[in-house]
């Protein structure tokens, strides 16, 4: 009886979908959203103007619908991808990196079963009204949010952006709970949508200098792993560029499980440090500094000495201006036999890279941008295609977690110079 | 029995009552990257359960962390009849709770870091969500 006082408060359209009267997909939707929201303390449901979520193989759709607990067969997906395309997204929703580069598949080592499937998963999605962009930073090109604005998205550095950078809020959603608030437009009302919960919960402060997208990176991990779950307030820092954002975004999720920043007077919440807290009491004050930063930097570089297999650029993907000075660092050079340079984009920002000149010039140095994909999920799900992965270089802190995590790697953790330049030297 | 248990108060996020032994580790967790969800182990280098093996096991860990497809992962253990029987955090991760909730796997919040003085790995441990109560048994 007690659980049943506890349960969200249904309109009449949302009655009616998880009453199953517009079909079973919509309905185990809205179930499962009813039971996360229930989980989280949510009292009703709020519109959505946006979604980020996860479109990237059928087998993954699928197991967020069908029964739970049991394996499923080919022929389970195969019907559920026949009804899944009766359905639509009811507000504008981009999807994240998956598999493989539509384009360059064979050169990411993947089968031709799995292009096949890939590109049956993208004909279901793009049927199905999903944007299939396959980008991490929809942020910055395909889906940009405004300020106030309530959406439902995944994806580590993209929900912590939108909510710290562009003053949207969503909360750290996962991939099936987007995917689910995508097709129904709506989102339990809880945690970052309600202005009491936005407020910061902890201080940083930053007592050293940050000089380019690593060291962001570096204090993005050091703050995740110091606030884990909760909201960090900067103090004493510089205004980022947007590539610093990014990757203090991303490096904060891997982390932790912070789902919001406060930067004072970067921040539209924040202008000053009062309003970042406004009335919180900091739980705790934690100072970055050299010392603290060289920490990072040796916990990041693991066995970085030696010979690298594969220098991974562009996690989160690259942007335009990141791939343009990657195109500026290798014109007229070349990248060495024994090691391969990999810069990841999105599909859109290849096509603005290919018609300016740089992926040219990227690709005739000997180095490969590919979009759309993702190193680490693609090779997470696809071990046997794994190219040697012993020691990789990479610029970015939360690459460099995620591939001594899953796939025992050692790593080399600098900036964009140095990496381009062990590409170029070899990877002795 | 009584005077060899040990109760602490408990909020329930996800509901259920279950009894498992206990896997525990103060660090934070993620599905993601973390697990084998075939094999229904640990797998990361960089946590100290390496090894151990999560299947009906209660996990007690301080939070949730890391990437979105963390619930995705449990949902593929699950299926390969790896479910951890229950979960207890002492801070809520959404991650956590839409992974638990989604598998109907109980999850509930316990305030007292203290539990860590007082359960060790394969300790019985029962947690009862609707009372909101976890109960340790030497």
């Given amino acids: 009886m007690a659980y049943k006082k506890e349960k969200m408060q249904l309109n009449g359209e949302q009655r009616k979908i998880l009453d199953g009267k517009e079909g079973k997909i919509l309905q185990e939707a809205m179930e499962s959203l009813i039971k996360y929201g229930t989980a989280m303390g949510a009292r009703e449901f709020i519109r959505i103007s946006s979604a980020h979520t996860l479109f990237t193989l059928r087998s993954k759709v699928a197991r967020c619908f069908l029964p739970r607990g049991v394996l499923l067969t080919k022929e389970d997906i195969d019907k559920f991808s026949k009804e899944i395309i009766g359905t639509q997204v009811r507000v504008k929703t981009t999807v994240n990196p998956g598999a493989i580069d539509r384009e360059k598949w064979q050169q990411m080592g993947a089968e031709e079963a799995t292009y096949n499937s890939v590109m049956q998963t993208v004909e279901i999605g793009k049927r199905c009204g999903f944007m299939m962009t396959y980008t991490c930073i929809p942020y910055l090109t395909d889906n940009i949010p405004l300020i106030g604005q309530h959406v439902a998205w995944s994806e580590s550095s993209a929900y912590l952006y939108i909510n710290s950078f562009l003053g949207a809020r969503s909360n750290r959603d996962s991939c099936e709970i987007s995917l689910y608030s995508s097709l129904l437009g709506i989102a339990p009302n809880f945690g970052l949508h309600l202005d009491e919960n936005r407020r910061g919960t902890d201080l940083i402060n930053v007592q050293c200098e940050l000089k380019g997208p690593i060291d962001w990176g570096a204090l993005g991990y050091f703050t995740g792993d110091r606030v884990g779950i909760g909201i960090p307030v900067f103090k004493n820092l510089r205004r980022p560029t947007t590539e610093e954002a990014v990757q203090l975004s991303a490096s904060m999720s891997s982390s932790g499980a912070v789902p919001m920043l406060h930067i004072v007077g970067v921040t539209p919440e924040a202008p000053t440090i009062e309003t970042a807290f406004r009335g919180n009491t900091p739980r705790q004050t934690y100072i970055f500094d050299e010392s603290a930063k060289g920490e990072v930097y040796q916990l990041l570089n693991y066995k970085p000495e030696g010979k690298v297999d594969i220098v991974f650029l562009g996690c989160p993907h690259a942007t335009l201006y990141e791939i343009k000075e990657i195109a500026r660092m290798l014109e007229g050079k070349h990248v060495a036999n024994d090691i391969r340079l990999w810069v990841m984009t999105s599909s859109s920002i290849r096509a603005s890279a290919e018609q300016l000149g740089y992926a040219e010039i990227i690709e005739d140095s000997g180095g490969e941008l590919f979009a759309d994909g993702c190193f680490l999920c693609y090779y997470v799900n696809a071990p046997n295609k794994k190219p040697k992965m012993d020691r990789i270089a990479t610029n970015s802190a939360k690459q460099a977690f995620g591939a001594r995590r899953s796939f025992n790697s050692n790593v080399f953790f600098g900036d964009t110079e140095r990496c381009i330049q062990i590409a170029i030297d070899g990877g002795a | ?138």
């Fill in chain 2, 1 to 138: 029995m009584a005077a060899a248990s040990k109760i602490f108060r408990a909020k329930k996020i996800v509901p259920g009552k279950v009894s498992g032994p206990a896997l525990v580790t103060r660090g934070c967790l993620s599905f993601q990257g973390f697990i084998d969800p075939k094999r229904g182990v640990f797998s990361a280098p960089v946590t100290e359960l390496q090894g151990a093996s999560f299947v009906g096991a209660v996990l007690i860990f301080t939070s949730g962390k890391g990437p979105s497809v963390g619930p995705s992962v449990l949902d593929l253990a699950c299926r390969f009849g790896n479910a951890p029987a229950a979960i207890i955090n002492l801070e809520i991760d959404p991650m956590i709770v839409a992974g638990c909730a989604l598998q109907n796997i109980p999850l509930v919040q316990v305030k007292d870091s203290g539990i860590f003085d007082q359960v060790k790995n394969g300790d019985i441990v029962t947690v009862d969500a609707d009372r909101g109560e976890v109960t340790i048994s030497k």
